[in-house]
């Protein structure tokens, strides 16, 4: 087999056998076929596109190219979810909890922030101690004796995504619904879950801007996943507003503490009780309305907060902060941006919010740099909400006095005010089973 006869066929629109699309990506992670033709080969698949066993076999060999978890012992209990990635989305905080106190097998392995979207296990660090990294066998044994444990991805997850996704980053090939689907689902499969979530983002702070390319990715996500022997459903959630109020990695554990505890009933909520009900639903093949009594229990009963302390107490971090998430530190600098007229929050760009919260400290903009752990934005108003002359919008948070003037010029250009109530969009826009 030669790359060369792979490269010209799919350029030529002809459907490529299993055999071939695993001869090119099991060399290219080898390092035997070169970059010059595996981005041509990104950049066929962008014009000719891929049918469903193209993307299937394309999703399995990136799946197969490095470790493959498994969590076979845990039966159909396991179960993962999965977000497109959003501003103020701490949503893994709060659904993992629930779904291990009812009785799921939680194994995930989550990502670090880049640019406006935060990262889980960046979240996971600002609480003291907690640790992100361990070794497959405690890993295990935590998912056995708690029934969760988050860590960052190891290395050798999907490798031949981590080179593509790099390569695509460069070629313009980045947007191309084969290749995200192939590589978000790979990436699923490899860490071992029988059952799958996912939540993907629509609007302005979302990586798909509209609602039907978001139905595309859903649709074939949701396919390819069980086409590879998973469960999986797909809920599309609004991202034209941050979720919740806080933006900022303690600010967001603060928050999931919140939710868990029942103290706060807003979008956050609303959106966590639907994708937990989605998971519980999964491993316990229940339906969704009888899964969403058993998650809206769990935070009333108290049981998710419970499951939150012990996971944490479990992976090393100090429960006192989970606790009594007053012991949190705040930052040296705090700016509260108030409104110079009244109105209504018509919109809110989420993605330039993310934008603000990341030049305050809270994000990285290139990956190697350090985050601070305080700071971000806490919202006062959110969109549809009425605000007169004088009123706060938002508190801002940060270490670095010299980020405040650009981060609220950013956060003001980020609002669109308005005379008159604006219209709200739905918070669940589709859910695809
Ligand atoms: N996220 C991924 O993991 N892969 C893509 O291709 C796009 C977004």
């Known amino acids: 087999m030669r790359m060369y006869d792979i490269l010209l066929k799919k350029r030529r629109g002809f459907e490529l056998t299993n055999d071939e699309i695993d001869f090119f990506i099991q060399g290219y992670t080898r390092g035997e076929i070169p970059d010059y033709q595996a981005s041509a080969f990104c950049m066929a698949v962008c014009y000719s596109g891929m049918t469903e066993n ?11 190219s490095g470790d493959m978890v498994d969590l076979t012992r845990f039966g159909n209990l396991t179960v993962d979810k999965h977000s497109t990635g959003g501003v103020g989305d701490k949503t893994s905080l709060i659904i993992c ?7 799921g097998r939680v194994a995930k392995m989550s990502g670090r922030g880049l640019g406006h979207t935060g990262g889980t296990v960046d979240k996971l660090e600002a609480i003291p101690g907690y640790r992100t990294s361990m070794s497959m066998d405690e890993f295990m044994d935590q998912v056995e004796t708690v029934g969760l444990a988050l860590i960052g991805q190891t290395g050798n997850l999907a490798p031949a995504d981590k080179k593509l996704y790099a390569l695509r980053d460069v070629t313009a090939t980045v947007d191309c619904m084969p290749l995200i689907t192939s590589s978000i689902m790979s990436k699923k499969i490899a860490a071992g879950s029988k059952n799958i979530v996912l939540d993907v983002k629509t609007g302005s702070g979302a990586f798909m801007k509209t609602l039907d390319d978001s139905v595309e990715l ?8 069980k086409a590879c022997g998973r469960n999986v459903t797909a809920v599309i959630t609004d991202m034209d507003t941050p979720l919740g109020y806080n933006i900022g990695n303690s600010l967001e554990v603060i928050e999931a503490v919140k939710v868990l505890n029942g103290c706060q009933k807003d979008d956050l909520y609303e959106v966590s009780v639907a994708l937990a009900a989605e998971m519980t639903s999964l491993f316990m093949n229940i339906s969704a309305n009888e ?7 769990s935070i009333e009963s108290g049981k998710a907060i419970s499951k939150m302390v012990e996971w944490v107490k479990a992976q090393g971090g100090d429960p006192s902060f989970i606790i ?11 700016y509260d941006v108030i409104a110079n007229e009244d109105g209504y929050i018509g919109a809110m760009n989420a993605e330039e919010i993310g934008k603000a919260a990341c030049i305050l400290g809270a994000g990285r903009i290139t990956k190697d740099d350090k985050i601070d752990p305080e700071a971000g934005i806490i919202l006062a ?3 549809g909400d009425h605000f007169g002359k004088g009123d706060l919008l938002a508190t ?3 270490d670095k006095k010299d980020t405040l003037s650009s981060a609220s010029e950013i956060f003001l250009g980020a609002l669109t005010l308005s005379s008159a109530e604006p219209e709200m969009t739905p918070l669940i826009a589709k859910i695809i089973r």
């Open 54 to 64: 193209e993307i299937t076999a394309l999703t399995m060999s990136m799946a197969n």
């Open 97 to 103: 909890p629930i779904v291990a106190s009812l009785g």
């Open 218 to 225: 859903a649709n074939n996500m949701v396919r390819i996943g």
């Open 291 to 297: 899964a969403k009594a058993l998650v809206e229990d």
């Open 324 to 334: 009594d998430p007053d012991k949190f530190r705040t930052c040296t600098y705090k």
């Open 381 to 383: 108003k959110k969109k």
């Open 396 to 398: 801002l948070y940060t």
